[in-house]
């Protein structure tokens, strides 16, 4: 399977703290993908870091990328209440017919 | 979202009986899919499609079908419905074969099975 395992499940941080989750994944990809999504929403596509970069910044999100350990981390700085969401990662293999598959993702609470 | 409708929002139905779910985009992408999401299961693929006839199963198909006679719309049929598919369906749409532009995700469909 190419699918990616978030972790934490949970985390609970108070507004202004950094937010930080991690994927792992078991086979070579050529990119990884990020979503968001908010309670009762569909997911919503946040950032994709391709093989060959090992970091990307999209606003207050920072994604790092090791392949050699097949992980992934996505940092939330300054996090908001409106930050509040289950977010999950998306390894994807580029070759064959395929589609993206998702784990459980991790929960994050944000407290005002 | 932008571009992608799924019908309906809610729909409560009897085990046994045939249920339809529609998923419209108005984007002309080539790409779509069907997952269901359960507590403690994250989203599972049960179809997609490549485009017009060209479909396949995912990882939960067992129980559904789908069908894409037009690029704009891709339906979920479940022949005869129970209570283990009451869950979320989502639809999602891809420009791209290799997901570089990422999916785009309907607002899902509530389905329950009495």
């Known amino acids: 399977s190419q699918q990616g395992e978030e972790d934490p499940q949970a985390l609970s941080i108070q507004e202004g703290e950094n937010a930080t989750m991690n994927c792992s994944y078991k086979?070579?990809?050529?990119?990884l993908q990020w979503y968001r999504q908010n309670s009762g929403r569909g997911l919503v596509h946040l950032i994709l870091?391709?093989?060959?970069?090992r970091e990307k910044h999209s606003g207050r999100l920072r994604v790092t990328l090791d392949t050699s350990k097949k992980s992934s981390s996505l940092l939330i700085t300054a996090s908001r209440a409106a930050d509040t969401a289950s977010y999950f990662c998306?390894?994807?293999?580029?070759?064959?017919?395929?589609?993206?598959?998702f784990g459980s993702g991790t929960r994050l609470q944000v407290q005002p | 979202d932008a571009g992608i409708t799924q019908s309906p929002r809610h729909k409560v139905t009897e085990t046994g009986t045939p249920v339809t779910l529609r998923c419209h985009q108005t984007?002309?992408?080539?790409?779509m899919y069907w997952y269901r999401q359960d507590p403690g299961h994250g989203l599972r693929l049960i179809h997609y499609?490549?485009?017009?006839?060209?479909?396949d199963k995912g990882e939960v198909s067992d129980g559904y079908s789908v069908s894409r006679s037009k690029t704009e719309d891709f339906l979920l049929t479940l022949e005869s419905a129970t209570s283990s598919q009451t869950s979320v369906y989502f639809c999602?749409?891809?420009?791209?074969?290799?997901?570089?532009?990422?999916?785009?995700f309907g607002s899902g469909t509530r389905l329950t099975v009495v």
């Open positions: 499609s490549y485009g017009v006839k060209d479909t």
């Open positions: 999602a749409i891809s420009e791209s074969e290799k997901s570089f532009y990422g999916y785009t």
């Open positions: 086979t070579s990809i050529n990119n």
């Open positions: 998306a390894p994807t293999r580029g070759t064959g017919r395929r589609a993206l598959t």
């Open positions: 870091i391709r093989s060959n970069e």
């Open positions: 984007e002309n992408h080539r790409y």
